[in-house]
C-alpha cells in the first residue's frame, strides 16, 4: 500500500471513541470544502463537503465543522471503528476554480 | 455504476524511458485530473481536462503530458523517467460544469509508478 503515512500527523484512538481531525485551509477566498479518506492501496473516497455559507453539516456518524474566522476545518467522526483507520485529506476549492487543493492529511489508527 | 478505473496498477520502469498512463472516467463525468502522491509532496496537482482540452495545468515540468479523448477517457505521458518521479499517479473524474463547480471527484485506485 501507500507509504503516506511516514511524513503525516497521527491520531491514534480506541474503537468506540469519538475522532476529531483538523485541518487549517490556506485561502480566505475558499468557498468549498472536501474530506476525503484513502485506504491502503487505494485512491482517496469522498466523505462529506461542506460549502462557505455553513458552518456545520452532518453525515452518518461524520460530521463536519468550518470556521472560516481562523481558516479551520474539522472532521468529527462518531463511535470510531477500526474501518475508519485511513489517511484522511482535506481539500479547499477557491471560488471560480475547479481544482481543489488537498492538505497534508492525518494518519488515523483506531485500536480495537 | 462503473467507478473511475486506472490502468495500469503498478509499472516498474527504468531511467529514461517513458511512460503512458491511462483513465477511464465515470459515465457522463467530462472532467478528468491527474494528481501525484509522494510521501514527501502529499496529493500534487499535475493537470486537468475537459471536454479533450487542458484547462488547468499544475506546477509540473513539460515531461509530464496528457491527453483527453472524444468518449473522455484521458492519458498521462512521463517522458525521460527521473528517480523522482517514482509515486502514485491518481486519475480523478467529476461532474463539475460552468453551473455547478462545486462537485465532488472521484478517485481511480491510481497506478503505482516505480522508476529504477
Known amino acids: 500500500g501507500e507509504s503516506v503515512g511516514l511524513h503525516l500527523p497521527t491520531l491514534s484512538v480506541q474503537e468506540g471513541d469519538n475522532s476529531i481531525i483538523n485541518c487549517a485551509y490556506s485561502?480566505?477566498?475558499?468557498?468549498?470544502f472536501i474530506w476525503y479518506k484513502q485506504e491502503s492501496g487505494k485512491g482517496p473516497q469522498f466523505i462529506i463537503d461542506i460549502r462557505s455559507n455553513m458552518d456545520k453539516r452532518q453525515g452518518q456518524r461524520v460530521t463536519v465543522l468550518l470556521n472560516k474566522t481562523v481558516k479551520h476545518l474539522s472532521l468529527q467522526i462518531a463511535a470510531t471503528q477500526p474501518g475508519d483507520s485511513a489517511v484522511y485529506f482535506c481539500?479547499?476549492?477557491?471560488?471560480?476554480?475547479?481544482?481543489?487543493?488537498f492538505g497534508r492529511g492525518t494518519s488515523l489508527i483506531v485500536h480495537p | 455504476k462503473a467507478g473511475v478505473t486506472q490502468t495500469p496498477r503498478y509499472l516498474i520502469k527504468t531511467r529514461g524511458q517513458q511512460v503512458t498512463l491511462s483513465c477511464s472516467p465515470i459515465?457522463?463525468?467530462?472532467?478528468v485530473s491527474w494528481y501525484q502522491q509522494t510521501p514527501g509532496q502529499g496529493l500534487q496537482f499535475l493537470f486537468e481536462y475537459f471536454s479533450e482540452t487542458q484547462r488547468n495545468k499544475g506546477n509540473f515540468p513539460g515531461r509530464f503530458s496528457g491527453r483527453q479523448f472524444s468518449n473522455s477517457r484521458s492519458e498521462m505521458n512521463v517522458s525521460t523517467l527521473e528517480l523522482g518521479d517514482s509515486a502514485l499517479y491518481l486519475c480523478?473524474?467529476?461532474?463539475?460544469?460552468?453551473?455547478?463547480?462545486?462537485?465532488?471527484?472521484?478517485f481511480g485506485q491510481g497506478t503505482r509508478l516505480t522508476v529504477v
Open positions: 459515465s457522463g463525468h467530462r472532467s
Open positions: 485561502n480566505s477566498a475558499s468557498d468549498y
Open positions: 481539500a479547499e476549492k477557491v471560488g471560480g476554480s475547479y481544482i481543489p487543493t
Open positions: 480523478a473524474s467529476s461532474l463539475v460544469t460552468g453551473a455547478s463547480m462545486n462537485t465532488e471527484a472521484f
